[in-house]
């Protein structure tokens, strides 16, 4: 499983969330919404240190990662994160391995 970020998204992380070098951005399954691969469950995104990493990517001098126990969620995908221009927010999308 990989995470791949694209610019777009990057440079949105950094205006929004205001995430700088040293921070870590975690992606986790949580309660509610839909997603392409679960109904119920989206994704969802915060700022927090890692405890358990099953995937990371580091950009910028920013750790983006996935926690072990979340890779349920991604069923055998890498996850794309996108940028949608309409929306102002990350787009994600999910690539089978």
Do not use: C
């Amino acid at each position: 499983m990989e995470i791949r970020i694209k610019e777009e998204a990057l440079n949105w992380f950094k205006e929004e969330m205001e995430v700088e070098k040293g921070d870590a951005v975690r992606f986790f399954a949580r309660y509610g919404g839909s997603s392409p691969l679960h109904e119920g469950f989206s994704l969802g995104v915060t700022i927090v240190a890692p405890d358990e990493a099953a995937v990371q990517v580091e950009k910028d001098g920013v750790l983006y990662y996935i926690e072990s126990r979340d890779e349920w969620f991604f069923d055998g995908h890498h996850l794309i994160v996108g940028y949608d221009e309409k929306l102002d927010e990350p787009a994600y999308s999910y690539e089978k391995q």
